[in-house]
Each structure stands twice: as structure tokens, then as C-alpha cells.
């Protein structure tokens, strides 16, 4: 049994909100997390064809069946049903009736803008964090983890990772990509996206991925934003600001799990990926997502951001609490050097006034500061934002 840091969230929204909208991939979670906080709700599964079918042919009587509320599991199967909940809910104005979650996050961000602005609080649940696994006694090595992701069900029944991310991947594809997209060629489609394991943390170039799977940057772009709807990938945002120096404006792509990550790259143990050139990308991908994992879990925005300029000049990550920004860079080497504080300098001097201290995460054992910034370990790296959290 996990402990979810999102729980006391959304116990607590849900008696502010008559409506509590829970987003997230597929199977992070979200069905044992909504049952476990609301074991008195009635529970519908929309991907069921048999309630799918009712809730589709006769909404008005499947509504009615629940007068009280109900959870409803992937919503985005039926969003016409967001409607009579936007009825329902104005003619009772009762707290914590209604519990949807859809995994699908541009179709359902749409049609609950429509339907329920006002009514619903949005929260997001992601694979396990390292704080959620450290407080469920997985205990296992930062690249073991890195190696088999963060999806609840690898670790509780101890499945074969190759095995649980080849069926994860294609089901994906199946059910998921073939109901969003009319692909022709699902070879291309799989070739690309392994060509965007390759580039995790790199600066998104659409024509150049355009060309080396043989369709057009148009094509690209909508299958980057497929994926993202779908959860498998997250985009990371540049900052933008005026420092004196011309930014870099493309944003940055990262996997939400870097196990599925380390599945599409082929890498199939710790020894191959300790030996991968992109190992430092995955881990900077593991700490990118914890930090956002960090946030979400406190039913925040996460506020995360790159910088980079024209000249090379970067920063992996920025933080942004109020009016002031803070630095992060992400190391994968196990002892610290002082070289590793270079962009953390740059940016101080960059930002002026708006910079605000720094954090280094790496593989070492050891938090503590080195002069205005502090060493964080991957476990300890959630209290960045934490920290921001609390001030802020």
C-alpha cells in the first residue's frame, strides 16, 4: 500500500469544491488513490463498455442513479456527461459530489473548461516519487529506480520491467495513440518516439526530428503534443526574461517515467544504463520530474522553468517564488566540484536582484551548503520546493 502525498490535498478540496478533477497517466494511481479517499463514493469506470454504453445512450438516467455523486473513472470516454454534472451541481451547491479522472489531458482540460470553470479543482497525480517510495520502504538504488520508473503496479506485484513496459507502451499505442491520432505508419510513429528518448533534456528541434523519421515538422508537433496529452512526455518551458543576453525560446522534453524511458531506449539493466551516454540525461530527467512530482503533490503549479541563452550560458532548472527566481543544476557524478556551481554563478550575474540563492543536485550521499547554495541529494531534493513552497 502506498502513501500518497496527495491525499490530504484532496480531502481538503474536496470540501471547497463541489467538483474534484484528478489528471494523470495511466495506471499512476489515480483509481486507488480516489478509492482509498473516498471509500463511500459509488465508483463508475468509463472505460467499461457496458457503464460507458449506458452513461453514452441514456446520461440522464445514468445520472440520476447517483444522486448523492459519484467517482468517475477516465471521464474523457464520456465528457458529455460533464454537462448534466454542471446541472447538478449548481442546482445542489453540495461539496465533494462529484470525483472524475481522465487520463487524457488535453480532451479533458477542454471540455472541463467548458463545462465546469468555477466548479472543479484540477490536481495531478504522477508515478510514485522518490519521497512517496522512501516512506513505502522501497529502498532501492537512485539508478534501479531510474531503471524501472515509478509506476505503483512494477513494485507492487514485482513485476519484469521489460515485460511490464512492452505491454504498458503497446496498449498505449493501441488504445491511446489510435483514438487520438490517424497514423498511417505506426512504424514511424515508434521510430519517433524512440528518437525522443534519445534527445531526453535536449532543446525540442522539430524540423531535425521531422527529417530523421521522414515526415513533415507539422507531423512532429502533433505528435509531440500527443503525447503530451497523453502523459508519456512533460514539456519543460524556457524563462524569459531580459537579462542583456538573446534566449533560447524552444522548450525542453522530458518522459514522465524514466523507466518507460529506459524501456523505448532498449536499456534493459542498471549496468547498461550506468554505461548509456544519455545516462546523465535520464538521471536530470529523474530530478526534473521529482521536482515537478514535488509540486503536484501539493496541489501546485510547479513554477519550473530552463534558461539558456545564445552564447551556451544555462541553467538545468529554474524556480520561480514570486518575484525571484532560483537556480538548480543537476548532476549525475557522485562528489561535488566547484566547477559544478559555474551556471548557478552565470545566473546570479545574469539576474541581477532577481536571483535568489541555488541548488545543486547530484549523486552524492551528502546534503549541506557550499557557500549561498545548498547540496541535495535526489532524495532530498523535494525540500527545494518544499522549502519555496512554504516561503512563498
Aim: hydrophobic share 35%.
Amino acid at each position: 500500500m502506498f502513501k500518497r502525498s496527495l491525499t490530504p490535498h484532496i480531502k481538503s478540496l474536496a470540501k471547497k469544491y463541489p467538483v474534484v478533477t484528478l489528471y494523470g497517466p495511466r495506471q499512476s494511481g489515480k483509481t486507488t488513490l480516489i478509492k482509498q479517499t473516498f471509500p463511500d463514493k459509488p465508483y463508475v469506470n468509463l472505460e467499461d463498455p457496458d457503464s460507458r454504453f449506458l452513461a453514452t445512450e441514456d446520461p440522464t438516467g445514468f445520472m440520476a442513479s447517483y444522486p448523492d455523486g459519484v467517482i468517475l473513472d477516465e471521464i474523457q470516454r464520456v465528457p458529455k456527461l460533464l454537462s448534466y454534472i454542471q446541472v447538478t451541481v449548481d442546482e445542489k451547491d453540495q461539496k465533494g459530489m462529484y470525483i472524475l479522472t481522465g487520463s487524457h489531458q488535453a480532451k479533458l482540460h477542454e471540455a472541463v473548461s467548458q463545462s465546469l470553470a468555477g466548479r472543479t479543482t484540477v490536481l495531478r497525480l504522477l508515478p510514485l516519487s522518490l519521497s512517496e517510495m522512501r516512506s513505502s520502504d522501497i529502498n532501492d538504488p537512485i539508478d534501479d529506480i531510474i531503471l524501472k520508473g515509478g509506476y505503483p503496479k512494477i513494485y507492487r506485484d514485482n513485476l519484469p520491467i521489460a515485460n511490464a513496459y512492452s505491454s504498458y507502451f503497446q496498449t498505449y499505442v493501441e488504445r491511446d495513440v489510435r483514438q487520438l491520432l490517424q497514423i498511417k505508419n505506426i512504424l514511424h510513429f515508434e521510430r519517433f518516439v524512440k528518437l525522443i528518448a534519445s534527445r531526453i533534456g535536449q532543446i525540442i528541434n522539430y524540423s531535425s526530428l521531422a527529417s530523421d523519421v521522414g515526415v513533415s515538422a507539422n507531423t512532429i508537433k502533433e505528435w509531440v503534443a500527443v503525447l503530451e496529452a497523453t502523459y508519456i512526455l512533460v514539456r519543460l518551458e524556457p524563462y524569459f526574461e531580459n537579462f542583456g543576453k538573446r534566449l533560447i525560446k524552444s522548450p525542453k522534453i522530458y518522459f514522465t517515467d524514466t523507466g518507460l524511458a529506459c524501456h523505448i531506449l532498449g536499456i534493459e539493466s542498471v549496468n547498461q544504463l550506468k554505461n548509456d551516454p544519455i545516462y546523465g540525461n535520464l538521471f536530470e530527467n529523474l530530478i526534473v520530474l521529482e521536482l515537478m512530482k514535488a509540486r503536484f503533490n501539493q496541489a501546485l503549479d510547479p513554477n519550473l522553468y530552463f534558461y539558456r541563452d545564445v552564447t551556451g550560458r544555462e541553467v538545468d532548472l529554474i524556480s520561480r517564488q514570486g518575484s525571484f527566481l532560483v537556480p538548480i543544476e543537476i548532476k549525475s557524478n557522485h562528489s561535488f566540484n566547484a566547477s559544478f556551481l559555474k551556471g548557478l554563478n552565470d545566473f546570479h550575474n545574469q539576474a541581477a536582484k532577481r536571483a535568489k540563492g541555488g541548488a545543486l543536485v547530484y549523486m552524492g550521499k551528502n546534503t549541506q551548503k557550499v557557500g549561498p547554495y545548498s547540496l541535495y541529494t535526489p532524495e532530498s531534493c523535494s525540500n527545494i520546493v518544499n522549502q519555496i513552497s512554504e516561503k512563498g
